[in-house]
């Protein structure tokens, strides 16, 4: 609870019997000044809850490790500090590691060496094997992250929220792109994948600053990989793909033509919404469009279907007020289903389609507002 939140006190005493300051008790105090080693050796505090003392300007003070009275280590939550003056950092050394333990550097605004210095091109050298589960999360100052053995084991979240962060070199065997590897590392623009890379994890490069992706090589894309990437215009898939989950593009402005090679056997909902692409060509061994994926793609203008449809999900295609053509290959004979709102208001479809008199859709619901003709034919 905000308990203070945007008060103007300009000075803090904690009581004896106070050990904890819950989640954004002193947020946007604008006038509260405090050095935060001094003051919290003075008091008995053993938790500091997230978001605590988030946008309060003038709290500073630079630590690795807070303790109260008692000499006790201080529980800090990730974004306590949040907008202020703290300056969290912690000293990394490589002699003797193997590895990076879980969280071990995880929300620090500063990462130092051994003699003091500043780490802001952080290289992990080949002794370097494991990089534990969010272990570099939340590290503000770091810039750049080059792993260098090739057999490096990576966990999730592991350089997730590094907001700084513009340029990561991977390992040259990593396979799988752990889950939410850079998520919300909104400065980094490119990310380059070695031919070993084979799947991405979800949420991987989830809200990133990433501008164009060769996925060539590429054979399973995660839940949300590349989701709200508000920079990502350009993808180009080879045919090595299998599977694009669940809003693995969605709300990511990619243009042009997206072609989806055959080796594609399915695609997650909402996969594509609110993207910019204009063309659209799905392949032979994709049988069944899900709900919402190509949904408010306004400038999408042609589908090209090269093979045989089953079923068109849900608001499918809602709100693409542009798309004026489906070309069907192989005629839409097959299609057993399509959902509601699948073309809601798909205003410029003024096209004629045959549909097999199975077919179950219910017309008012899913051809809302679209100026498409349907035939019936018996099969």
Do not use: W
Not at 1 to 29: D, H, W, Y
Not at 237 to 258: K, M, N, Y
Not at 274 to 283: P, R
Not at 304 to 312: D, F, K, P
Request: glycine share 8%; with cysteine; proline share 3%.
């Amino acid at each position: 609870m905000a308990a203070f939140g945007n008060a103007g006190i300009s000075t803090l005493t904690l009581g004896n019997k106070i050990t904890s300051i819950p989640q954004r008790c002193f947020e946007v105090c604008k006038n509260l000044s405090l050095d935060v080693e001094s003051f919290f050796k003075n008091t008995m505090i053993t938790s500091i809850g997230d978001s605590a003392f988030i946008n309060s300007p003038n709290i500073t003070g630079e630590y690795e490790d807070l303790y109260n009275s008692l000499s006790q280590k201080i529980s800090v939550a990730g974004m306590a500090f949040a907008g202020t003056g703290v300056i969290r950092q912690k000293i990394l050394k490589f002699d003797g590691r193997t590895s990076i333990g879980n969280s071990e550097f995880a929300n620090r605004t500063r990462i130092v060496d051994g003699n003091g210095r500043v780490i802001e091109d952080l290289v992990l050298p080949d002794s370097i094997t494991s990089i534990g589960p969010s272990a570099f999360n939340g590290c503000s100052g770091l810039h750049s992250v080059t792993i260098s053995n090739p057999n490096c084991s990576i966990g999730n979240n592991a350089f997730a929220g590094c907001t700084a962060l513009t340029n990561v070199i991977l390992p040259n065997n990593i396979v799988d792109i752990p889950s939410q590897f850079c998520n919300n590392c909104t400065s980094l623009e490119n990310i380059t994948f070695p031919d070993s890379v084979k799947t991405v994890g979800s949420m991987a490069f989830r809200n990133t600053g990433i501008t164009s992706l060769d996925l060539n090589k590429i054979e399973s894309i995660g839940t949300q990989s590349f989701h709200v990437c508000s920079n990502l215009k350009k993808v180009d898939f080879g045919d090595c793909l299998t599977i694009i989950g669940q809003r693995a593009f969605g709300s990511s402005p990619l243009e042009g033509h997206i072609i989806l090679p055959e080796t594609v056997t399915g695609i997650g909902s909402q996969a594509f919404e609110y993207s910019e692409i204009t063309k659209v060509t799905i392949g032979t061994k994709i049988t069944e469009l899900p709900s919402t994926c190509f949904r408010y793609c306004e400038v999408l203008e042609e589908v090209t279907l090269e093979g045989n449809l089953t079923s068109i999900g849900a608001s499918c295609f809602e709100e693409c007020t542009s798309l004026n053509s489906i070309n069907a290959k192989k005629g839409l004979l097959s299609l057993q289903s399509i959902g509601d709102a699948a073309f809601i208001n798909c205003l410029s479809l003024d096209i004629t389609v045959t549909l097999s008199d199975t077919c179950v859709f219910n017309r008012e619901s899913a051809f809302f507002n679209c100026p498409i003709s349907i035939l019936r034919k018996s099969n």
